[in-house]
Structure formats: C-alpha cells, structure tokens
C-alpha cells in the first residue's frame, strides 16, 4: 500500500485543514515528513515529501511564491501544509493559481497543532504500511524460494503469481511469438496484437510506473494492462503481462513481480541446463545406435534410453536433415531445443551428428511397413518447418531398419541428402532411399572411379564448349532428355524457339560424333548426367 494526500486528510489528526489549491493533485504519493523553516530550504528537498511550514520564511519571497510552487512540483514535492494568520495572513493569489496549474496540493493547518503532533502519526502510518509491505515481500520472496528449491513446475510457480496479484496474467516470449496464459489456457489475441504492433503502442498507449524495472501501464480496447519486462532487451525478451481486471495493482503488487521475475529467470535457466544436458545425453544415445560397434554392451544403451523416458523399439527409419544453405547450425540446434512442442509420435529420438546435421530416429509399427510411413515423415518435417518460421530443410530418408542395422540406415539417409543436395530443385526436399533408383547402385564408393571416368569421357566436349563460348549445352540436354526429345516442350521450358533448340542439339551431336536421338546414346547421356554432380569439380 501507499500513502497519499487524500489518505493523510482522512486522518483524526488532520481534523479542521482545508483545501487552499491544488484539489487535482490529492493523488500525490508521501513518503515522507518536513519543516520548512528556511527560505533556501528547498534545495534540500529530495521528492514526495510532504512540507509543513509556518509561512514565516516565505515573507520575503511574496513576489516569488508562484515560482516556488513551481519548483515544488518539479521536485515532485508531494504538497505544502501552511498555518496562516501568525505571519501570512492569506496567501498570494498568484501562489494560488501556480498551485492549481500544477495540481500542487496547498493545506491550511490548524494553527494550534504543533508539528510534532502532525509529523508523527504521518510518519507512523507511512512506516507501518512499509513494513507490512517489507514484511508481505519477505513472505512472498520465502514462497517463491521454497518453489525453486522443491523444482516446483512451472504452472505451480504461475499458480504462486496468481495467488498474490489476484489478476490474470501471460507470459510472452516476444523472440519466439509464444504465448502462456493463466489462469485460462485460451489464447490472448489482444497480447498478440500488442506486440505485433510494438512500437506503436509502446509509444503511444503507455504510462511509465516504474521508470527503474521499465514497467508500463498499457490502455489497449478499454482494457489496462500491466507490461512488466523479465530481460533488458524489451523488444528481444520476455514479459509478464497483467490484466487489470479484478482490481488495480499496487505497490506491493509490483514487489511481487519482482520476486516472481527473478525466480522465473532462474527456472528458466534451470530447465536450459536440464535441456542441454537431456540433449548431450540423447546424442550419445543416438551416437551408441547409429555408430556403435558390434561389441557395444545393449543393456547399457537399453538403459541410458530408459533414463532418458525412451522406450526402444524394434523399427526405425532414420532422418538426417540440414538447411539449404547447409550453414544455419543455428537454427538446427533451435529445432532440437524445441522439438517438444511438435509433440510428435512417443519415443521418437532426435539429435545432431559429427556435422551438426539433424538426425530423427522415428519408429515404425510393423502395420506401417508400407508408404504410410513416407507420409508420417513427410508431415512430421512439414510440421517442423512450419514451427520456425518455415525454414528450408532437405532431409535423407532411410529405408526401415531393425534396431541392430542403425548404421546401414544412417548411411542410406546420407547418401540420400547428398543426392538431394546435389539434385535440389526446390528449397526445401525429402529424399527417400527408396526413390533413388538407379543412384544407389552408381553411389557405391567401390565405383567412384569408374563413374567419373565414364562421365568425364561423356561430358567433358559439352562443359567445355559451354565454358568457352557461355553457352548452355548441358543444360539443354538435360531438359530435351527429361522431356523425351520434344523439341516444342524443351523450348517453352527453356523460353527460347524451338529451331534454336534444334542449332543446339546439332552442335552437341558434332561434339560427341554421335546422335542424340537414338536410344543407346540417350540411355549413356541420362546416365551420365544423373551421376554429373557426384563428378569432382577437379575433373
């Protein structure tokens, strides 16, 4: 609770004071008592004081009075209690009017009370109400302590909050546009709007109450909220956002935000250790399976999989994904630290590899033993993507693999994202193992050698005739195979005429001494540019 001028005159011993100006201003917060009793003794002052004086050191200064209530209020003085009628008999109308224009609260005293008699049981009301308030603050610090220590949840902790605000309230991570209400769990569209248009509404729909911790009253459809910032950055971090809705906050309110930022931080950096440590206790996990030799103890990897609440399954596909870019390591490691909010199929195992690549060990039931599980995994990485904001992910997929042939399985996802690589048309591309064709059998590293030898001997007239005049012969035969030797529709594809399709294709048949159009020579030619991109660069 606080103290204000409104409350100071409802006391018996302010019983015969009148409201000489500054009625707007009874609002003002006292904490504290004094006597003016010299005419420089202003300067002293330190803010929400409330100032008694005998009018005695203000008879030099009559034509000054206005300015002086200026600068009390600029002071933030809380208000002036004067006695009349010893020295002053009335004050200055211009006094007068500066106090209205500040809403500066001027008070008539009774002449007979002594300033002891007033000073004290204003002083003894301000300091009780602050020690209930030092007292509540210790009560609420002890149970949010008490919290931490016994690892109390999270909705336990926002429980506590509720319990001492009496008002409902979200948490909101501005960086991550997620939101936590209590006590509904609907979601807040009002809070959301707020900080989709932050700047505006900070700017203009915001009163300052506490300048110090950068909390704000904001007025947002007839609503108040209170905007309380648990990190400095406040267009980066986190809030606690108040609705005003059963009752106004107040000081001790605030002391209690306090307590609960500080805790909540601290959870918060309680779960980001528990996080980290989960995550490198997974990888090793996923480390055992997928790279273990064939000596690895499996009741140990059995029972490192149970500390983690994974129960191992006979079946697994496995996943190994990167950004398109293949560079952005940070926002695979964002997708690993949040992972649970998908809430995908139980058991599922998720990491990173040597390359920081992400790597999802999904488990398959027997009854999905068929193209059901392609369509599981193509949702389950649309859904991923779709939780951060849509990033470009190619995936390597495996074919099903019992838990013993983790390996072979890791192999087959990485020679499947290399060919995604390789072959990207879009952005983002699930690769199955499955759907590679004739890549697998060319991919085998017995046969690198051999393959980019056949390829070099097909190629090499094309690449460079195209180096030499920038032409694009490569390319024109890859889109008039793909499309069976039609002229016409490798022409739209291209946006050229097809007569200039036609120069080309004769140019390549003078280049390779041979007919593009017939059908051994074709079948070499799609050979050779299907395995085109696994070809050294140095070749």
């Not at 990033?391 to 399985?409: N, Y």
């Not at 016409?488 to 080309?504: L, P």
Request: hydrophobic share 40%.
């Amino acid at each position: 609770m606080i103290v204000k001028i409104k409350d100071i005159l409802k006391m018996s011993e302010m019983k015969g004071t009148t409201i000489l100006a500054g009625q707007n201003g009874l609002d003002r917060i006292v904490e504290s008592t004094t006597v003016l009793d010299a005419p420089d003794a202003i300067k002293w002052l330190k803010g929400k004081e409330l100032a008694f004086t005998s009018t005695y050191p203000l008879l030099n200064s009559e034509e000054r009075l206005d300015v002086m209530i200026q600068e009390l209020a600029i002071r933030n003085v809380s208000g002036l209690g004067v006695k009349l009628n010893r020295y002053m008999k009335k004050l200055p109308d211009e006094m007068i009017s500066a106090a209205n224009e500040y809403n500066f609260p001027i008070i008539c005293l009774p002449n007979e009370k002594a300033w002891i008699d007033l000073i004290t049981p204003i002083m003894s009301k301000i300091l009780k109400l602050r020690t209930n308030r030092l007292i509540r603050s210790e009560e609420v610090n002890k149970c949010f302590t008490n919290a931490l220590l016994a690892n109390t949840s999270v909705e336990d902790m926002l429980k506590l909050l509720y319990k001492y605000i009496e008002n409902p309230f979200s948490i909101f991570i501005l960086s991550d546009n997620e939101l936590l209400n209590y006590p509904s769990m609907e979601d807040n569209q009002n809070i959301k709007e707020i900080f989709h248009h932050f700047d505006y509404y900070f700017e203009n729909k915001t009163k300052v109450i506490n300048s110090k911790h950068n909390i704000f009253r904001l007025y947002f459809d007839h609503i108040t909220y209170i905007i309380f910032p648990l990190e400095n950055n406040l267009k980066q971090g986190k809030y606690i956002i108040i609705e005003e809705f059963l009752r106004k906050l107040n000081l001790e309110d605030i002391d209690c935000l306090l307590h609960a930022k500080n805790a909540f931080l601290i959870k918060d950096l309680n779960q980001k250790s528990e996080r980290e440590f989960k995550k490198k206790d997974m990888d090793g996990l996923i480390s055992l399976l997928v790279f273990h030799k064939e000596n690895n103890d499996i009741l140990q990897i059995q029972r490192k999989a149970w500390e983690l609440g994974i129960e191992l399954q006979d079946k697994y596909s496995l996943i190994v994904s990167t950004t398109s870019d293949n560079k952005s390591s940070k926002r695979i490691y964002e997708i690993v630290d949040h992972f649970d909010k998908i809430k995908p199929k139980e058991h599922i195992m998720i990491g990173l590899d040597k390359q920081n690549q992400l790597i999802i060990l999904l488990p398959i039931q027997i009854e999905e033993e068929n193209d059901d599980y392609k369509k599981e995994i193509n949702n389950l990485l649309h859904e991923i993507s779709s939780q951060h904001d849509n990033i470009s992910l190619i995936s390597g997929i495996s074919q099903i693999h019992d838990i013993q042939s983790l390996s072979l399985a890791y192999n087959q996802s990485i020679k499947s994202l290399e060919y995604a690589i390789d072959f990207m048309v879009t952005k983002s591309h699930n690769q199955f193992y499955d759907d590679l064709g004739i890549y697998r059998l060319f991919s085998n590293p017995i046969m690198q050698d051999e393959v980019q030898k056949f390829v070099y001997e097909l190629l090499t007239p094309l690449i460079e005739y195209d180096n030499e005049h920038r032409s694009d012969l490569i390319h024109t035969l890859q889109i008039f195979l793909h499309n069976r030797g039609n002229y016409r529709k490798t022409a739209k594809e291209m946006f050229v005429h097809h007569n200039t399709i036609r120069y080309r294709l004769n140019t390549i048949n003078e280049l390779i001494k041979s007919d593009i159009h017939e059908y051994h020579t074709q079948l070499q030619f799609s050979i050779a540019l299907l395995l085109y991109p696994q070809k050294d660069d140095d070749s």
